[in-house]
T-cell receptor
Framework: GAVVSQHPSRVICKSGTSVKIECRSLDFQATTMFWYRQFPKQSLMLMATSNEGSKATYEQGVEKDKFLINHASLTLSTLTVTSAHPEDSSFYIC????????????????FGPGTRLTVL | GEDVEQSLFLSVREGDSSVINCTYTDSSSTYLYWYKQEPGAGLQLLTYIFSNMDMKQDQRLTVLLNKKDKHLSLRIADTQTGDSAIYFCAESKNSNSGYALNFGKGTSLLVTP
């Protein structure tokens, strides 16, 4: 079954509005979640690391005031795209790294199904 | 991921073997991964290899790692039409981001009947 869920799966919004994307860890508590962005025919690019109970760490070139991240609980992180513009249209994917004890490939990450954002 | 390079496209016939190649630059990466992405879907971890291994086999999948040349390959035996997807090579990203991954641009595999 799914380990990570995202909501919504698709969203279309008008330019200038804000959009909130949720990422939920279904199987275990995740103190750290990652947000990636994928443009058409491109790779996934890490945007930020979401840390439960503290501020997110943003990658170079990612505007923290535009992409607000809130990791309020151990199972939920949200990404809000503020004042969205057409160039923000992309596929946004979150991932989690499970507790390392007894699971998988050490640094294995589980990815959500992604959210397709289209800004008109 | 600008540091991870992959060829963009591969076409094979059903039943043949597919080999997807990848080069990476971070020699300190502990794990290297292969992910599969089907159209409109998220990423599925196919397999991974620990950096001190040369080869790993998992059913139809064989991963070869040449650490000296920083070269990673994924071989899919008896390729099926259901294997058509985009395959991403990824390395552990050792940075302030902890265990985030650095991805290649992906190789589109097309399997024809």
């Amino acid at each position: 079954g799914a380990v990570v869920s995202q909501h919504p799966s698709r969203v279309i919004c008008k330019s200038g509005t804000s959009v909130k994307i949720e990422c939920r860890s279904l199987d275990f508590q995740a103190t750290t979640m990652f947000w990636y962005r994928q443009f058409p025919k491109q790779s996934l690019m890490l945007m930020a690391t979401s840390n439960e109970g503290s501020k997110a760490t943003y990658e170079q070139g990612v505007e923290k005031d535009k992409f607000l991240i809130n990791h309020a609980s151990l199972t939920l992180s949200t990404l809000t795209v503020t004042s969205a513009h057409p160039e923000d249209s992309s596929f946004y994917i979150c991932s989690i790294t499970p507790p390392t004890s007894g699971r998988g490939a050490g640094n294995e990450q589980f990815f959500g199904p992604g959210t397709r954002l289209t800004v008109l | 991921g600008e540091d991870v390079e992959q060829s963009l496209f591969l076409s094979v016939r059903e039943g043949d073997s597919s080999v997807i190649n990848c080069t990476y630059t971070d020699s300190s990466s502990t794990y290297l991964y292969w992910y599969k992405q089907e159209p409109g879907a998220g990423l599925q971890l196919l397999t991974y290899i620990f950096s001190n291994m040369d080869m790993k086999q998992d059913q139809r999948l064989t991963v070869l790692l040449n650490k000296k040349d920083k070269h990673l390959s994924l071989r899919i035996a008896d390729t099926q039409t259901g294997d058509s997807a985009i395959y991403f090579c990824a390395e552990s990203k050792n940075s302030n981001s902890g265990y985030a991954l650095n991805f290649g641009k992906g190789t589109s595999l097309l399997v024809t009947p």
